[in-house]
């Protein structure tokens, strides 16, 4: 079933050894995702498949969300998510089918998308790693400054307001991040984990979503087609 993904928490990193090679890797608890909405083109205006993820009690949900994922034949959940699917392709999904992590043993790289850990209020130097002003004479308490911002005033070049994206300081972290095109180490499918190389967003215990990669530069699209 091509183009699945999957709800999953963030454990932890650990390392495997494959012919005496080390890799680092990040174990994504996934257990079992329920399909709890099907969109389609007629009815929605798009095509996708919405997901269930982490039991939760319901009197910790809410009447709306319990009778909704009640449609499906399951449990409340704590997670919803949709992924897009072609318009072709949406039969082959039904109300109530459990995605696991076999839905994606054939697949070498996958996206992981994930909240990244909040950092607070953060000055352009953390943020944005600006160097700071002079710290020689006639510079006082201003090491850590961003400088005039009065060039850019506003878009036009002219005006009260400021152009848009300039770079301050400002509340860092706790944003949606896509780490792209990571190996897909081993899957466990007996304790539904996926053991996936290198680094992914969020902290430990975060809820992550992990899809078959979309964008592989040509080393890695090349090692792909050889696995297929």
Known sequence: MA????????IGMTRVYENGV????????V?????????????????????????????NSTIPMIAHDHKAGTTP??????????AKD??????????????????????????????GFAGVMKRWGFKGQYA?????????????????CS??????????????AGHMGDAQVTTRSLPLVRIDAEKGLLLVKGAIPGANNGV????????????KAAKAAGKK
């Open 90 to 119: 949406i039969g082959s999904f039904s109300l109530g089918q459990a995605l696991t992590v076999e839905n994606l043993k054939d697949v070498p790289f996958v996206d992981v998308t994930g909240t990244s850990k909040g950092k």
């Open 208 to 219: 992550v979503m992990v899809r078959p990669a979309i964008r592989l530069y040509k080393s």
């Open 31 to 59: 257990g079992q995702n329920v399909i709890t909405q099907l969109r389609t083109q007629e009815k929605d205006g798009y095509s996708a498949v919405q997901i269930g993820f982490d039991e939760i009690k319901p009197r």
């Open 155 to 168: 878009n036009r070049g002219f005006g009260g307001g400021l152009a848009k994206g300039k770079r301050m």
């Open 22 to 29: 080390s890799f680092p890797v990040t174990v994504v608890q």
């Open 77 to 86: 959940k704590r997670v919803h998510r949709e992924f897009k699917v072609d």
């Open 136 to 152: 020689s004479h006639g510079t006082e308490r201003k090491h850590r400054s961003p400088g005039s911002i009065g060039s850019l």
């Open 3 to 10: 183009g699945v993904s999957l709800l999953g928490r963030k």
